[in-house]
């Protein structure tokens, strides 16, 4: 699950520990309900209920302070490198995704993006499909007799067209809707079905929070937390063996700006969740909010690499050697060693 947007990380995961959060941040949490309290140092944002749950199952991970290479603040730039897995932005051409597909065996090498295109992470090499619910009414079945014969012979249309009906075969009927809830049973109703794909993406919008954060995020929160709630009840028994990343292009300024938000910052809050994570903590090598520590002088400064993250994330949980994804993944970006221990073998 992308967060695309720039999601503020210490709004998310907030550290309350730390003695100049309160100065920085103070005025924006307000008179927010407490949230729960995971250690010493880290509160969870109160919108985040069924989340918290799922960390007391030991089914959540956190990972903060965590950044991809990008180091710079344009949306643009920043998720082409969290999607293309590049050390700059326009040099990859692929996705990690698509390339991570090309590592499973033939007969488990398939992916579907929840999107009405095939988000970069996932375009490459291997043909991926997409779907997205659609108002509009179903097309008659004679109607898609006719066009299926009509483009039988065709050597280029032919694949594709058989291609999207077969992604339409795989919908559970879930209706047009589009809200979280909806798109979360609706990417499980691919995920169960046996001829399905084994990787799914979704894309969610609206992280970008210069003004009025508190309501904003709010909302932003309440929806993820209900979108993996309902991913997760629909998955049924699937969801021991199933890992959710959630991850964004970078995170936001440490202080809160003059219209009650925050500025494009650098580092921000990776999740891990599902009933394959090994959860329950927070991993951080915390860098201070004090002003000598903040980078730029004024963002959260980055002692995790997402690149690591992922790449040990996804090594362990589709039983890949963890160097030959990070290489794989990562060739030009990848400095640090995959992250390991962070799904149960």
């Not at 009405?116 to 004679?142: F, I, M």
């Not at 299926?148 to 795989?170: C, F, I, M, N, R």
């Not at 959630?246 to 891990?272: I, K």
Request: no cysteine.
């Amino acid at each position: 699950i992308i967060q695309r947007g720039a999601a503020d990380g210490l709004d998310i995961l907030r550290p309350t520990g730390d003695p100049a959060f309160a100065g920085l941040r103070g005025r924006l949490i307000g008179d927010d309900a407490p949230g729960t309290k995971l250690d010493g140092m880290f509160t969870l944002h109160p919108a985040l209920v069924e989340m918290a749950r799922m960390y007391g199952m030991g089914q959540a991970l956190f990972v903060h302070a965590v950044a991809s290479p990008y180091r710079d603040r344009s949306h643009f730039d920043g998720q082409n490198v969290l999607e293309t897995g590049g050390a700059q932005p326009y040099v990859v051409r692929d996705g990690w995704l698509n390339r991570l597909v090309a590592m499973l065996p033939r007969a488990e090498a398939e992916a579907i993006a929840i999107a009405p295109t095939v988000p970069t992470a996932l375009r490459g090499s291997v043909q991926v499909a997409s779907y997205a619910p659609s108002a509009l009414p179903s097309a008659a079945d004679d109607l898609m007799t006719r066009v299926t014969a009509l483009y039988d012979a065709d050597p280029q249309l032919h694949p594709v067209w058989a291609s999207a009906l077969e992604t339409k075969g795989l919908a559970t009927d879930v209706g047009a809707r589009q809200d979280p809830a909806s798109l979360g049973r609706l990417t499980a109703s691919f995920l169960t079905k046996p001829a399905g794909p084994r990787i799914a993406m979704l894309e969610t919008l609206g992280w970008d929070t210069h003004n009025a954060q508190s309501g904003r995020l709010t909302n932003q929160l309440r929806n993820l937390d209900s979108m993996l709630a309902a991913l997760r009840d629909g998955l049924g028994a699937t969801w021991a063996m199933t890992t959710v990343l959630v991850a964004t292009e970078f995170g936001r300024t440490a202080a809160v700006n003059g219209t009650g938000g925050t500025d494009h910052g650098t580092g921000s809050v990776a999740m891990l969740v599902g009933g394959a994570v090994q959860g329950g903590r927070v991993i951080a090598d915390w860098p201070g909010l004090a002003a000598p520590k903040l980078y730029d002088a004024r963002d959260l400064r980055p002692t995790a690499a997402l690149d690591a993250l992922i790449a040990g994330a996804a090594a362990e949980s589709l039983s890949l050697d963890p160097a030959r994804v990070g290489q794989t993944l990562f060739a030009q970006a990848t400095r640090d060693r995959p992250m390991t221990g962070l799904i149960a073998s």
